[in-house]
């Protein structure tokens, strides 16, 4: 099976950038996305990458996409209390079946 | 307008037992998604269908079935249940199957199997 690997925990202090980290081995997806999850909540699609894109801004959001590497990043910038959850990278297939990350769950301290 | 909806929002059965899981989706969308999410892991898909057709099946064993209804609902069947079955089994919603289609993902139903 393919593989979406994300690093489990990031911890950063209120009002600096986190950058959360995905990689993954097969590259024919059209598009690469970031959820985030709360607790007692749903998936919440936060943005997307084109795959012939290198890098997309969103405010505070920038994804980056190193196709070379099969590396794609998320960098929250000025992070807040709120952005505390877990994200994940998710890859569509045919049909547009999802295949998920891991989850890095994004602890931010006041 | 309403989101995905699930029900129940918990459940708790034994081994066993089978389970029944409901999902609505977003008016005018035809395509539903199941996902089952075990604690600590990614969502992994279960099934879609669209048009009331089966499109994908993951790689779950044949105690798990799923239906949609002509009103696009659709159930989640698991027979058999095994503690292993314990997870956030989530709905997901989208107008079709296309990648740049967005899934809209429901609040999920959290099942525990004793």
């Known amino acids: 099976g393919e593989d979406v690997e994300q690093s489990l925990f990031l911890s950063v202090r209120e009002g600096d950038s986190s950058v959360i980290n995905c990689t993954y081995t097969d590259s024919s997806s059209t598009y690469l996305y970031w959820y985030k999850q709360e607790p007692g909540a749903g998936l919440q699609l936060l943005t997307y990458?084109?795959?012939?894109?290198d890098m997309k801004q969103d405010q505070r959001l920038t994804v980056l996409l190193n196709k070379k590497d099969k590396h794609l990043s998320l960098r929250i910038a000025d992070t807040q209390t709120g952005d505390s959850a877990i994200y994940f990278c998710?890859?569509?297939?045919?049909?547009?079946?999802?295949?998920f990350g891991t989850g890095t769950l994004l602890a931010v301290q006041p | 307008d309403a989101g995905v909806t699930q029900s129940p929002t918990h459940l708790i059965k034994t081994r066993g037992q089978h389970v029944t899981l409901r999902c609505s989706p977003i008016?005018?969308?035809?395509?539903v998604s199941w996902y089952q999410q075990v604690l600590g892991q990614g969502p992994q898909f279960i099934f879609q269908?669209?048009?009331?057709?089966?499109?994908g099946r993951g790689n779950f064993p044949d105690r798990f079935s799923a239906r949609q209804f002509p009103n696009y609902s659709s159930e989640l069947n698991v027979n058999a249940l095994l503690l292993g079955d314990s997870a956030l089994y989530l709905c997901?919603?989208?107008?079709?199957?296309?990648?740049?289609?967005?899934?809209?993902f429901g609040p999920g139903t959290r099942l525990t199997v004793l």
């Open positions: 990458i084109f795959s012939n894109m």
């Open positions: 269908y669209y048009e009331k057709e089966e499109r």
């Open positions: 997901a919603s989208s107008s079709g199957t296309s990648s740049y289609n967005e899934q809209f």
């Open positions: 008016s005018g969308h035809k395509s």
């Open positions: 998710a890859l569509p297939r045919a049909t547009n079946k999802l295949i």
